[in-house]
């Protein structure tokens, strides 16, 4: 699939907010600087579609973006933000978990996680939090330019290591750069598959 319109529809401060619509949404979430916004207008092809800020923690709301006007692409907040207070990481979790749970279009879920580091327990906790809840989801390793091939399929290992400390079986797995445009081909085919099913 090649994606030849995105346009910005609405951020919403809660899943209660958001738009109603009948057609499929797939939400991109990670930890602060994963690079989700980057891997967003990598794949959309649109320059500043999501905002990149080298600053941490710049997603604060639910915001919907119309892909190909026929699917919905969801940029979520990223969590564990160390330097929001409680407070707001709290009301942040609260409203990813919100999302997740109570959004009736929302198909699979994409997690991203930075390839370049050692398995995070946070990243690690709300993917089983995803899975005790039935919510679909796919890994998205980001920042693959910035390793070596030994180094990074090492680093792969180790995480389907340790998922499968605890799954039975893995979730689809993505491997992408941003910079150098690598893996968009495969993520969007693998949602074009997903609507052509639905």
Same mark, same amino acid.
């Given at each position: 699939?090649?994606?030849?319109?995105?346009?910005?529809?609405?951020?919403?401060?809660?899943?209660?907010?958001?738009?109603?619509?009948?057609?499929?949404?797939?939400?991109?979430?990670?930890?602060?600087?994963?690079?989700?916004?980057?891997?967003?207008?990598?794949?959309?092809?649109?320059?500043?579609?999501?905002?990149?800020?080298? $600053?941490? =923690? *710049?997603?604060? !709301?639910? @915001?919907?973006?119309?892909?190909? /006007?026929?699917?919905? +692409?969801?940029?979520?907040?990223?969590?564990?933000?160390?330097?929001?207070?409680?407070?707001?990481?709290?009301?942040?979790?609260?409203?990813?978990?919100?999302?997740?749970?109570?959004?009736?279009?929302?198909?699979?879920?994409?997690?991203?996680?930075?390839?370049?580091?050692?398995?995070?327990?946070?990243?690690?906790?709300?993917?089983?939090?995803?899975?005790?809840?039935?919510?679909?989801?796919?890994?998205?390793?980001?920042?693959?330019? $910035?390793? =070596? *091939?030994?180094? !990074?399929? @090492?680093?792969?290992?180790?995480? /389907?290591?340790?998922? +499968?400390?605890?799954?039975?079986?893995?979730?689809?797995?993505?491997?992408?750069?941003?910079?150098?445009?690598?893996?968009?081909?495969?993520?969007?085919?693998?949602?074009?598959?997903?609507?052509?099913?639905?």
């Amino acid at each position: 699939m090649k994606i030849t319109s995105a346009e910005f529809v609405i951020s919403s401060p809660d899943v209660a907010q958001c738009l109603q619509h009948s057609r499929p949404e797939y939400a991109f979430i990670g930890r602060s600087n994963v690079g989700k916004s980057s891997l967003i207008n990598m794949l959309t092809s649109t320059k500043g579609l999501a905002k990149t800020s080298q $600053k941490p =923690g *710049k997603t604060l !709301l639910i @915001n919907h973006f119309f892909i190909n /006007k026929d699917w919905y +692409l969801i940029d979520l907040p990223g969590y564990g933000f160390a330097q929001a207070g409680k407070t707001q990481r709290e009301k942040l979790k609260r409203m990813i978990e919100r999302y997740c749970l109570l959004r009736q279009p929302l198909v699979a879920l994409f997690v991203l996680v930075d390839s370049r580091l050692e398995p995070q327990n946070i990243d690690l906790e709300f993917m089983q939090w995803l899975g005790e809840n039935q919510i679909p989801f796919a890994i998205v390793f980001t920042k693959i330019d $910035k390793l =070596g *091939k030994q180094q !990074l399929a @090492n680093n792969v290992e180790n995480y /389907k290591q340790r998922l +499968l400390d605890t799954w039975e079986e893995l979730p689809p797995i993505f491997l992408t750069s941003a910079e150098k445009h690598a893996g968009a081909d495969e993520l969007l085919d693998y949602i074009e598959q997903i609507n052509k099913s639905l």
